[in-house]
């Protein structure tokens, strides 16, 4: 999330001319955590990845898998030497009226219901940062998380093996993916810096700015390939 952006984040702050980054493509499919942002869904080539980590950015960040999601793909990749991992930036606006969340959550579904249709063996570790994060909620069918979207279909919620979010927004109505997801809920991790104001209802929006560098992301890349090691 950028600074600019960070108004469209809070309730009542959204205007239906927030900024767009646009559905655009954004890199390739790769094995440490490059994001493939194209709105098809990734054509394997035959080539089927052990695990796929599937990443909605921030507000206002460019396409692509963004400052948390980057830096999570490369660590989940070292977690897991065994295994070969890729990645996917899901294609959607991070508009900062927040509106784009549902749409968000509709390609992250769709693009999980391609890959394991063309996939049967790989596994995914989802998750996004700020409105990224609420992408993720709408996918793993909480309602009420954002605009409507669709859902990853029940059929493959055991391919799912872990969630992790940023700086959920989901938590200034003081819930959890937890209480809200008897599927999901076991295995996510979510992660609210000390005075967020985006998930905690603080004031100090460094503490939104501080996931990459503060630890986060490589407890939650040490919890998702805890649960891809547990079968």
């Known amino acids: 999330m950028t600074p600019q952006a960070f108004a469209g984040t809070l309730p009542g702050f959204g205007r239906d001319g927030g ?23 990734v054509d394997n ?10 990443f909605a950015r921030g507000t206002g960040e460019p396409q692509g898998l963004g400052i948390v999601g980057r830096p999570l793909a490369q660590a989940l990749a070292s977690e897991l030497p065994g295994q070969s991992v890729s990645s996917f930036a899901v294609v959607y606006a991070a508009a900062s009226n927040q509106r784009s969340a549902g749409p968000g959550a509709t390609n992250m579904s769709q693009h999980i219901a391609a ?32 605009t409507a979207g669709e859902a990853i279909p029940e059929n493959l919620n055991d391919r799912v093996a872990a969630v992790v979010v940023f700086g959920n927004p989901l938590g200034l109505r ?35 700015l501080a996931y990459p560098r503060n630890g986060s992301v490589q407890e939650a890349a040490e919890f998702a390939a805890g649960k891809i090691n547990e079968g």
């Open 174 to 208: 003081r819930q959890t993916i937890a209480q809200n997801s008897p599927a999901f809920g076991p295995k996510a991790k979510e992660f609210c810096n000390t005075g967020d104001p985006v998930c905690g209802g603080g004031n100090n929006f460094a503490a939104h």
């Open 115 to 146: 890959v394991a249709a063309d996939c049967p063996q790989t596994r995914f570790v989802i998750g996004g940062y700020s409105q990224g994060a609420s992408v993720t909620d709408i996918a793993i069918g909480i309602r009420g998380a954002g």
């Open 45 to 54: 080539g035959g080539d089927c990845s052990d695990v796929q980590l599937v």
């Open 19 to 41: 900024t767009r980054a646009g559905f655009f493509g954004f890199g390739n499919r790769n094995g440490a955590g490059g994001g493939n942002g194209g709105g098809a869904p």
